[in-house]
């Protein structure tokens, strides 16, 4: 923070210092600019996006952090820092999360859903089980690939919603350890080919079939 001059007004400050925060800060960034030293002037509007406040009932009651909304433009920006294999197979992705939210917040209020209905929630369960992260273990870009294009290829709906993670671990060493060439095509070129699709295929079909019977046993 040495070099670094913060122009900040909070969502109760008055409409009129609200509005002149950001001409302030442009001001600031010029006076440097004229004087020939290097200046980076970044804007930002917290009032327009979202924190715990924001979702009273999910944060309190749900356990789930909500670390996005696709419904607010800061959830919708992270597509251009993607690799091309990531947005191949993720495409899908924010609309089904969308799609899940809305209906499980209806069907709180419906007692006789049909079974298509069901189905589509229960795979929503997974679907956001699948998103669950445990702390201080980030996963790498080609295992977030392996894990997105597992559920939305539906191969998941076998599963019970306890062993999707288990699943999934197990399927991310299984994929390392017997297919390492899917790896390597997604570190080297990040695109997620037809090779690699083939390969991503293979390895989840024949651990699934290793994994249910393992848990029949």
């Not at 122009?7 to 006076?31: H, I, R």
């Not at 419904?71 to 992705?93: E, T």
């Not at 991310?172 to 690699?196: D, G, H, V, W």
């Amino acid at each position: 923070m040495e070099y670094t001059i913060v122009v900040a007004e909070t969502a109760d400050a008055p409409a009129t210092l609200q509005y002149l925060a950001p001409y302030t800060g442009a001001a600031l960034a010029e006076y440097f600019m004229y004087h020939e030293r290097h200046t980076s002037i970044i804007y930002d509007n917290p009032s327009k996006q979202m924190d715990k406040s924001s979702y009273p009932p999910i944060y309190s009651n749900s356990g789930i952090r909500p670390t996005i909304n696709v419904g607010i433009s800061a959830s919708r920006v992270g597509s251009a820092a993607q690799i091309k294999a990531m947005k191949q197979v993720a495409g899908k992705l924010k609309l089904e999360l969308a799609q899940f939210a809305e209906l499980e917040t209806i069907a709180q209020f419906i007692s006789d859903l049909d079974k298509a209905t069901h189905n589509q929630l229960a795979r929503g369960q997974r679907l956001r089980e699948m998103l669950k992260q445990s702390q201080s273990a980030p996963l790498s870009v080609d295992e977030q690939i392996v894990t997105i294009y597992t559920e939305t290829n539906k191969y998941l709906d076998s599963l019970e919603v306890s062993q999707v993670n288990k699943f999934l671990g197990q399927l991310r060493t299984y994929l390392k350890t017997n297919k390492p060439q899917f790896q390597e095509i997604i570190s080297s070129i990040k695109t997620f080919t037809e090779e690699a699709g083939i390969l991503l295929k293979e390895a989840i079909e024949e651990h699934m079939e290793r994994f249910l019977l393992q848990e029949q046993t």
